[in-house]
């Protein structure tokens, strides 16, 4: 029987910052976010050492790209220059594109699952401010298949979901119009539920449904597609990190602290699924099917069956909007509406902040920033943050139970989670 | 919270005048009437107003219009927001044209870096005075969210209050109520600092003057630019406006630290006003060949010249820690250094200190509140940050002691806890503290 894995809390910087700006790299950020994980569970470095004695810890590193935007690979070793404490604990990078977090993820509550270890810190990391948007998005390119969905293409990831819109109106029958203010919809309540979050890059932006179906307009730039710049997420330089426990380690934590076990949250399930590779070929494949990303629609369902709970039972939900058409495949990918009728989510408020079923309460991708290989991990401690009651401003009210969806690329890499109390 | 429908701005020209325009229209979905001299004025104002919130679907909301027109608008109008030059003849004169023309109930303020908001209110009656209010937004507003809301005795709590809110909740702004005091909150704090700082510029003027003391109070000591620099940035003229205010209007113990040093007297004689008129403290030459550079004006010899290559090792060890996040050990190096530039650098950071916990009780209620606006308003680290970095509150009380410097009861008082600094979670004094 494998064990549970258990949620202690964790930390995530400020996704408004600018380290280039500031004069400081990855490492620099490596430092403050791993302080602020451990203060958050009131843990030191200190008590490290006997888990390290017993070879009961380790370290998972989500990131994608620190090779090109800060010339830096093998981040799993670096965890030795933020404290002399990591030396000897086991820790690499783990990577699947804007999924990289959620990989670290897995591969963390797996050795927890199997017994192996006590405490797993998973760490998602991105600097992306090292180079312009246009370098950036080339670098991003390579989440695809390179030569030949990126290569001498401007931005290539917003041309690819301004094709899956384009899929999205074409097989639903959808009308242009109506689709293109259900986008902008999603846009407004990513940006709008930012501004309740004090991490939130975007906090202070000015954002409108008005504004962001102001299309091809100065302030509105075409990207891809029918796609402009208000249904893009950002370029985020940030960190998070999740501290997971063995029920064994949960426990003795659970009494330290004086907190109820049952109030410790617990990682209830987890689906991955992987789709073609390349955005055609995922349509191709999905042209009889009923979800137009089908392997995203399995690895919920997955995680739901793992966690035996249905929709019914989530009380939110922390989507992968990196762009304003993957939220909108999202919703029915997570069982809120059936195929095709996403929009009636979005105009009832269903997935608004105070609706039935809200959508990124944090703010998303789009609201709160999305440095590629953190954004799984931050999503992960939203969820910790919501079931705990301890999400702030944002808070969603009688949180119990959320769900998440990371994906790489084109939506193929797919990891959706479920977490919640006992 | 208050309905606000349409706004009035008066000089709505500038950049702040133009931005919280924008923000009014954007945020707060009001319809604004933006005034200035000329309509020609105003249209640039508008355009502006589009830039700083990258949208221009406010177009519709932003209406271009002069002093001529304030007959009607302003009787329309729920909160004329008065923004015009920073002396009393100015301010009165507009405060007497809005009571001539507006009705019972609307909301009159002023964006002042630090007039008696109490004298300025005394051109309106009973009711004008009940809604008058000081509400000084901070530049760049769009990125700056600090607004200091000023009170009188004439002022109605209850709209306080409704206007406290509407400015946080609508407006997004980091609200901090304050005394009607010379230069409120922010300005007293900062321009003691950037005062003092060029007074110890012109004392040292033959080891390196502005270039050297910029250097010591350089972006790794927790700010976004060095002092003298935003000196330049405000105008010296501005700058002289709110010193003199301070020093003719305080009596405390820093009073001789708001005379302005005579080489920035200088500076204004010659119309050489910062950064607006091309040249000041600094001043940036475009050669022939299309190389620019920046130069610095040498105190002694009264001209520009070659920013000097001062080799502080203090400073280059506290940027190295700074890239490695260790923060403490900055101020540590700060403190330990026997440099006579860390020195000064210490004696900088203890008046900091020393004199913004100072105005705990007169100007402001609480030390979340100095944290708010010198964070917010400023980009300066926030006093209580230090105390933390600094080790503790009896460390803090040693750096200002050290500096012969009074040690503010609000420090002391507060007493030894785990933490000093409250508002980590909305502010990271951490990024204020820069390599570059």
């Known amino acids: ?422 | 919270m208050r309905d606000i429908k349409t706004v009035v701005v008066l000089g709505a020209n500038g950049t702040m005048g133009s931005q919280c325009a924008g923000i009014i229209a954007a945020f707060g979905g009001a319809k604004v009437i933006m005034v200035a001299r000329n309509i020609d004025k105003a249209k640039v104002g508008l355009e502006r107003a589009m830039e700083a919130v990258r949208s221009d679907v406010i177009r519709d909301r932003l209406t271009p219009a002069t002093y001529e027109d304030l007959q009607r608008h302003i009787p329309e109008s729920d909160w004329v927001l008065e923004m015009v030059a920073e002396d009393y003849q100015a301010k009165e004169a507009v405060n007497a044209l809005i009571s001539r023309y507006h009705k019972p109930g609307t909301l009159v303020s002023t964006v002042s870096s630090g007039l008696s908001i109490e004298r300025l209110s005394k051109t309106f009656d009973e009711d004008g005075r009940k809604h008058y209010f000081g509400t000084h937004f901070y530049n760049p507003p769009y990125k700056m969210p600090l607004c200091e809301l000023v009170s009188h005795s004439g002022s109605d709590p209850s709209i306080e209050k409704e206007l406290e809110e509407y400015l946080h909740k609508k407006l997004l702004r980091s609200v901090v109520r304050t005394a009607d005091t010379p230069a409120f909150a922010g300005n007293r704090v900062g321009f003691q600092l950037m005062n003092e700082v060029a007074q110890f510029a012109e004392r040292y003027s033959n080891l390196g003057g502005i270039a050297l003391m910029d250097h010591i109070m350089g972006t790794f000591t927790g700010r976004a630019m060095p002092p003298l620099v935003t000196v330049d940035m405000v105008g010296l003229d501005i700058h002289k406006a709110i010193v003199d205010n301070l020093y003719q209007n305080t009596n405390d113990e820093a009073k001789q630290t708001f005379v302005l040093p005579q080489f920035i007297q200088h500076l204004i004689n010659l119309g050489k006003l910062g950064t607006k008129s091309g040249e000041g403290l600094y001043k940036t030459v475009r050669y022939a060949d299309g190389r620019k550079e920046r130069l610095v004006y040498d105190i002694t010899s009264q001209t520009y010249i070659k920013i000097p290559e001062l080799r502080l090792p203090f400073a280059a060890e506290a940027k190295r820690r700074i890239a490695l996040a260790d923060y403490r050990g900055v101020l540590r190096v700060i403190c330990e250094d026997g440099s006579e530039e860390a020195r000064l650098c210490r004696y900088f950071l203890a008046r900091y200190l020393s004199y913004a916990f100072s105005i705990i009780g007169e100007v402001i209620d609480t030390r979340d509140c100095i944290d708010s606006v010198m964070g917010f308003g400023f980009n300066w680290a926030p006093p209580s940050a230090y105390v933390d970095l600094l080790g503790g509150v009896d460390r803090a009380v040693r750096l200002i002691e050290s500096a012969r410097l009074p040690v503010p009861p609000a420090l002391t008082a507060a007493g030894t806890g785990t933490r000093f600094y409250r508002l980590q979670d909305c502010l990271d004094a951490r990024s204020f503290f820069r390599v570059k």
């Not at chain 1, 050795?111 to 810190?121: H, M, P, T």
């Not at chain 1, 191709?284 to 990303?293: C, D, F, N, Q």
Request: with cysteine.
């Open chain 1, 1 to 422: 029987m494998s064990n549970a894995v258990y949620i202690l809390g964790g930390a995530q910087t400020d996704f408004q910052r600018n380290w280039t700006k500031e004069g400081k790299n990855f490492l620099s950020m490596m430092v403050e976010v791993m302080e602020d994980a451990f203060e958050s569970v009131k843990m030191s470095y200190e008590d490290l050492r006997p888990l390290n004695t017993r070879n009961a810890v380790g370290v998972f590193v989500g990131n994608f790209d620190a090779e090109h935007y800060a010339n830096q690979g093998h981040l799993g070793g670096f965890l030795t220059e933020v404290d002399a404490s990591f030396y000897g604990i086991p820790s690499a990078r783990y990577e699947a594109a804007c999924a990289s977090g959620s990989v670290a993820i897995d591969a963390a509550a797996t050795k927890i699952r199997a017994g192996e270890l006590d405490l797993a810190i998973v760490l998602g990391i991105e600097i992306m401010k090292t180079v312009s948007a246009r370098t950036g998005a080339d670098f991003l390119g390579t989440a695809a298949y390179y030569e030949l969905e990126a290569k001498g293409v401007e931005f290539p990831f917003p041309r690819l979901f301004g094709q899956l819109a384009d899929v999205l109106l074409k097989r639903y029958r959808l009308d242009e119009t109506r689709f293109m203010s259900n986008l902008a919809e999603i846009a407004a309540i990513n940006y709008g539920n930012a501004k309740r979050n004090p991490k939130a890059q975007t906090r202070g932006w000015y954002m409108s449904r008005e504004h962001a179906n102001h299309r091809n307009t100065r302030f509105n730039v075409n990207v891809g597609g029918m796609l402009c710049a208000t249904d893009c997420s950002q370029v985020t330089d940030g960190a998070a990190v999740v501290m997971l426990a063995s029920p064994q380690f949960a426990q003795e934590y659970s009494i330290k602290r004086r907190i109820p076990i049952q109030d410790i949250p617990l990682l209830k399930g987890w689906g991955h699924r992987v789709a073609p590779m390349r955005f055609v070929r995922k349509m191709e494949e999905s042209e009889t099917a009923t979800h137009i990303l089908p392997w995203t629609r399995q690895a919920i369902l997955d995680a739901y069956r793992r966690a035996g709970t249905t929709i019914e039972s989530i009380d939110f939900i922390e989507t992968h909007d990196c762009f304003t058409s993957s939220e909108y495949a999202t919703i029915s990918a997570f069982g809120i509406t059936e195929p095709g009728l996403e929009y009636t989510a979005i105009e009832s408020g269903l997935i608004a902040f105070g609706g039935k079923k809200p959508v990124n309460p944090s703010g998303g991708l789009i609201g709160v920033g999305h440095p590629v290989g953190a954004s799984g991990v931050r999503m992960m401690l939203d969820l910790y943050r919501q079931v705990t009651n301890s999400a702030g401003n944002y808070q969603v009210a009688g949180a119990r139970n959320g769900a998440m969806l990371n994906i790489g690329g084109s939506a193929t890499t797919n990891f959706a989670f479920v977490v919640g109390l006992a």
